[in-house]
């Protein structure tokens, strides 16, 4: 039986299936206990090593060596970490790539780049992710995650989504009203201006309509609440709900599981897609009659994506569905 990833996406740019959660940590210690809870929960959110944030004055080498071993490391059993590396306009951006490249390639999940000023930047920073790779004789792709939080990132949003190596577009909120000079109040970095403020409105659709109608993963920005888990849930919600983002920056334990679960689909949506990929499998994908409605490839896709969201979240499925669709590590 062909598997729906064979058959339902033919000369189509497969959507990236990745955990909903992005959880930032900057310092060894924060990356050692990020992958310890990792290894607890599962591979239901990715860990990014950060470099631009996390080196203290001076030691961008020693934080970019520390990073790969970690990488590299046993503890990193699901080999779903990656890093941000320093922005375009740091002399130490290079350095970060050459050293956490070369050394931790073949298990990197991503590389993130931060405050691009266009798809230019994007570019010339690929490049160099491109000869690192090839230097080190890594044979395998890394995708980019690209932070949109400059006025020129979100003009040429729609360029940066649809660069080939783009995997994911990061919305940096506090750079980006930041960027404004006072124009947009403090209030908007925070719920519920963040998602009022008709700027911060305005950039939040455009990343995530650009993302989404490229085959890219939108990413939101982190909630600033660390604590009260219902606000950290409310706004993943309304970021999942309202604006079409997949996926989230957290930057504290406490906001991985209810990022999770706020990101989830609805359990009866996913006993449906299971039972109706299960049926169109059994009849070679042609169309189906389920309760009563047709079913096509079509709905069919949609449906496939929402079982993988559903199983990358963590989610039980129904066991057939694991045996047929997920069983070998699909």
Same mark, same amino acid.
């Given at each position: 039986?062909?598997?729906?990833?064979?058959?339902?996406?033919?000369?189509?740019?497969?959507?990236?299936?990745?955990?909903?959660?992005?959880?930032?940590?900057?310092?060894?210690?924060?990356?050692?206990?990020?992958?310890?809870?990792?290894?607890?929960?599962?591979?239901?959110?990715?860990?990014?090593?950060?470099?631009?944030?996390?080196?203290?004055?001076?030691?961008?080498?020693?934080?970019?060596?520390?990073?790969?071993?970690?990488?590299?490391?046993?503890?990193?059993?699901?080999?779903?970490?990656?890093?941000?590396?320093?922005?375009?306009?740091?002399?130490?951006?290079?350095?970060?790539?050459?050293?956490?490249?070369?050394?931790?390639?073949?298990?990197?999940?991503?590389?993130?780049?931060?405050?691009?000023?266009?798809?230019?930047?994007?570019?010339?920073?690929?490049?160099?992710?491109?000869?690192?790779?090839?230097?080190?004789?890594?044979?395998?792709?890394?995708?980019?995650?690209?932070?949109?939080?400059?006025?020129?990132?979100?003009?040429?949003?729609?360029?940066?989504?649809?660069?080939?190596?783009?995997?994911?577009?990061?919305?940096?909120?506090?750079?980006?009203?930041?960027?404004?000079?006072?124009?947009?109040?403090?209030?908007?970095?925070?719920? &519920?201006? $963040?998602?009022?403020?008709? =700027?911060?409105? #305005? /950039?939040?659709?455009?990343?995530?309509?650009?993302? @989404? %109608?490229?085959?890219?993963?939108?990413?939101?920005?982190?909630?600033?609440?660390?604590?009260?888990?219902?606000?950290?849930?409310?706004?993943?919600?309304?970021?999942?709900?309202?604006?079409?983002?997949?996926?989230?920056?957290?930057?504290?334990?406490?906001?991985?599981?209810?990022?999770?679960?706020?990101?989830?689909?609805?359990?009866?949506?996913?006993?449906?897609?299971?039972?109706?990929?299960?049926?169109?499998?059994?009849?070679?994908?042609? &169309?189906? $009659?389920?309760?009563?409605? =047709?079913?096509? #490839? /079509?709905?069919?896709?949609?449906?496939?994506?929402? @079982? %993988?969201?559903?199983?990358?979240?963590?989610?039980?499925?129904?066991?057939?569905?694991?045996?047929?669709?997920?069983?070998?590590?699909?």
């Amino acid at each position: 039986m062909r598997h729906p990833s064979e058959v339902l996406f033919a000369g189509e740019k497969p959507f990236p299936m990745m955990p909903a959660v992005d959880h930032y940590a900057g310092s060894e210690k924060l990356i050692t206990k990020a992958l310890q809870l990792q290894n607890q929960l599962g591979p239901i959110f990715d860990i990014t090593c950060d470099c631009e944030d996390g080196a203290s004055t001076g030691a961008d080498r020693q934080h970019a060596e520390m990073v790969a071993e970690l990488i590299m490391s046993a503890a990193n059993r699901h080999g779903r970490v990656g890093t941000r590396i320093h922005d375009i306009g740091h002399p130490a951006w290079q350095q970060d790539i050459e050293i956490i490249v070369a050394r931790a390639g073949q298990r990197l999940a991503y590389v993130t780049l931060p405050k691009v000023s266009g798809s230019a930047d994007v570019r010339t920073q690929l490049r160099e992710l491109h000869r690192v790779l090839a230097a080190a004789g890594v044979d395998r792709p890394i995708p980019v995650h690209v932070l949109i939080e400059t006025h020129g990132a979100l003009r040429e949003v729609w360029d940066i989504a649809a660069i080939p190596d783009v995997e994911s577009l990061d919305f940096g909120l506090m750079d980006f009203v930041s960027a404004h000079h006072g124009a947009i109040p403090g209030s908007a970095m925070k719920s &519920p201006g $963040q998602f009022e403020h008709p =700027l911060v409105v #305005r /950039a939040k659709c455009e990343i995530s309509a650009a993302a @989404l %109608a490229n085959g890219v993963v939108p990413s939101h920005n982190v909630t600033t609440e660390l604590r009260d888990l219902d606000v950290i849930r409310l706004n993943a919600e309304r970021a999942r709900n309202e604006f079409g983002y997949l996926r989230m920056w957290s930057i504290h334990p406490n906001q991985i599981m209810p990022i999770v679960e706020a990101m989830r689909p609805d359990f009866s949506e996913v006993e449906t897609a299971a039972a109706i990929l299960i049926a169109a499998q059994d009849c070679g994908w042609g &169309p189906i $009659q389920h309760h009563g409605l =047709l079913h096509d #490839r /079509a709905s069919y896709r949609y449906y496939w994506e929402l @079982l %993988a969201r559903a199983q990358a979240t963590g989610m039980r499925l129904p066991d057939e569905a694991v045996q047929r669709f997920f069983a070998g590590g699909r």
